[in-house]
Each structure stands twice: as structure tokens, then as C-alpha cells.
Nanobody, 122 residues
Framework: QVQLVESGGGLVQAGGSLRLSCAAS????????MGWFRQAPGKEREFVAA????????YYADSVKGRFTISRDYAKNTGYLQMNSLKPEDTAIYYC???????????????WGQGTQVTVSS
């Protein structure tokens, strides 16, 4: 079992930055992928970014490429999502998840955090 706890959400003005953290506990296998997904009101959950736990390879949705950076601290079992140049359309609940490739398929992630709200005002 893996437990995930997100933190770092909040309210920010357009153009601002936030850093989300995802603290993982339990058995973290090196084959895992850590992903970030988000869900806006009335919309389906969508892939944001992912990182392979062992090698640190990263993947991004086109909508956040160049603005968001995913990383992980292997020793601390913690993942991060640095979000810069935020836009109102980034407003959503952000979830971290642990699972397997393909990284953009939410169905491949058996473990999920509780989510953290990110609100970007215009």
C-alpha cells in the first residue's frame, strides 16, 4: 500500500506561481510513476505531468509544457509540481498519484492523494 498526501495549493493571481508537494509513504517501488492530474468543475480529470520514480524521466501535457516542472526527491519520497505563469484555466483540484505506465492513463494509477485546490484569479 502507498499513501499520498498533497500540500501547497491555494489562491494565486494570474501569472503567479505555486509549488505542490506530494509526500509518499508505504512501499514505493522503483518501477512506479508519480503523476499529477487535475479536475476542474464540470470537467473530467486530466493528466498534467508525470515522472518515473527511479530515473526521473518527465512527461507533460501540452497545456502545461514550459510552465510546470515535475520533480521528485528520491530520499524524501516526495514529489513536487512547480507551477509558474499560472492562468485562470489552471484552476482545479490537483491530485498526485502513484502507478505505472502509460503515464497519462489515470486508470493505471492505483494510489491517489486527497487532492489540493488551486485557484488562479484573473
Amino acid at each position: 500500500q502507498v499513501q499520498l498526501v498533497e500540500s501547497g495549493g491555494g489562491l494565486v493571481q494570474a501569472g503567479g506561481s505555486l509549488r505542490l508537494s506530494c509526500a509518499a509513504s508505504g512501499r514505493i517501488f522503483s518501477s512506479y510513476v508519480m503523476g499529477w492530474f487535475r479536475q476542474a468543475p464540470g470537467k473530467e480529470r486530466e493528466f498534467v505531468a508525470a515522472i518515473t520514480w527511479s530515473g526521473g524521466s518527465t512527461y507533460y501535457a501540452d497545456s502545461v509544457k514550459g510552465r510546470f516542472t515535475i520533480s521528485r526527491d528520491y530520499a524524501k519520497n516526495t514529489g513536487y509540481l512547480q507551477m509558474n505563469s499560472l492562468k485562470p484555466e489552471d484552476t482545479a483540484i490537483y491530485y498526485c498519484a502513484a502507478g505505472f505506465s502509460p503515464y497519462s492513463d489515470s486508470g493505471r494509477y492505483p494510489y491517489w492523494g486527497q487532492g489540493t485546490q488551486v485557484t488562479v484569479s484573473s
